[in-house]
């Protein structure tokens, strides 16, 4: 019976020692990257610039923070909820774009997920192919030349896809009210909005003739402007929102159209970023700002991204705050301005 209470005692020391040193591993890891990052996307689509831009840092991240990260492409409520109930570990971080505050200012989203309420950690890249194309027959050739033939043939209207709350409605913003300024009302009330989802929405609303424009990018519609392309999915350029022209695309700017609003040059960079649960730790943000700017330095990164005509766009974390600030402060004097989707949708 004494070697049996022995052995008991010994191993109940043992469990009492392992569990102590569990312990101490435990909060050494404290402040670590976790060995899997799940990067949620505020898009569903797997073929759009959300998705391509979030994959491709993904990637370069890995090595840098020395982590498996997987891109999970649920869209922007989801993904706002799935933020909500993260860790404050960085085991599930956000990757978007300036939807995540216009969202909120259109209504799209709850105001709870404001930016105010989430650790807004740094600004990776910029889609300057965010555009508005038509199909390849269509009479005019840009943005500016849709209002000009809406004004030379009253009886027609033009009808623009768009995904409400998102970038395509504060860009689908300007261009309506500088119709209704230089054209008038006469021209304006023709002109309708087709709300939809994803990329592959809007490109079906275009083939289906429920849209006469939609809202695209380079990087995901350039392969629909080729020469060789069937004339029933063809598609041609009307304009980019972007401060200047993409090198190799013959693409006019908003601004070159003489699109402006508030007696300014209209111009929408359309920018990505990384938002994490308001208490994440200071040393991940940290981390992940630092291996960051590391990786929009690394030139086969930006060759990746050149594929699909982005480019490199770094503000670190601890600018990124007041930056994105300012830019939903602009954008607001817009919104102000702008109808009602509910009053001139298709």
Not at 26 to 34: D, F, L
Not at 105 to 119: D, Q, V
Request: charge should be negative.
């Amino acid at each position: 019976m004494k070697k049996i209470l022995v052995v008991v005692l010994i191993s109940i020391l043992a469990l009492v020692l392992a569990a102590c040193g569990s312990s101490t591993s435990g909060s050494e890891n404290s402040g670590e990257i976790p060995d899997r990052v799940r990067v949620v996307i505020g898009s569903t689509s797997t073929g759009g610039d959300t998705f391509q831009n979030a994959e491709a840092a993904s990637r370069y991240l890995e090595d840098e923070m020395s982590t498996n990260m997987k891109v999970d492409a649920i869209g922007g409520v989801q993904a706002f909820d799935e933020l909500s109930k993260a860790k404050d570990d960085g085991s599930t971080v956000m990757f978007f774009h300036d939807m995540a505050y216009l969202g909120v200012e259109y209504g799209a989203f709850n105001e709870e997920n404001k930016l105010e309420n989430w650790e807004i950690g740094p600004v990776v890249s910029i889609n300057p192919g965010n555009a508005f194309l038509t199909s390849g027959d269509a009479p005019y050739d840009t943005m500016a030349e849709s209002a000009e033939w809406l004004s030379e043939n009253p009886d027609e209207t033009v009808t623009v896809a768009i995904q409400a709350g998102g970038v395509s409605e504060i860009i689908f913003d300007g261009y309506y009210l500088w119709a209704k300024e230089e054209f008038g009302t006469e021209v304006s009330d023709r002109i309708k909005v087709y709300v939809t989802g994803s990329q592959e929405d809007k490109n079906q609303a275009l083939w289906d003739g429920n849209a006469d424009i939609i809202h695209g990018s380079i990087g995901a519609n350039a392969e629909f402007t080729k020469e060789e392309v069937e004339d029933k999915v063809k598609m041609k350029f009307l304009g980019l929102s972007a401060s200047e022209r993409v090198e190799g695309y013959d693409i006019p700017t908003f601004a070159e159209q003489g699109i402006t609003v508030n007696g300014e040059e209209f111009t929408f960079d359309k920018e990505f970023f990384y938002l994490m649960p308001k208490d994440i730790e200071d040393s991940y943000v940290e981390q992940l700002d630092q291996s960051l700017e590391e990786v929009v330095s690394n030139e086969s990164y930006q060759e990746d991204l050149s594929k699909n005509a982005y480019i490199t766009n770094y503000i670190s974390a601890e600018e990124s705050t007041d930056y994105l600030l300012e830019k939903r402060e602009e954008v607001n004097k817009i919104i102000e301005q702008a109808p009602d989707l509910d009053d001139i949708s298709h």
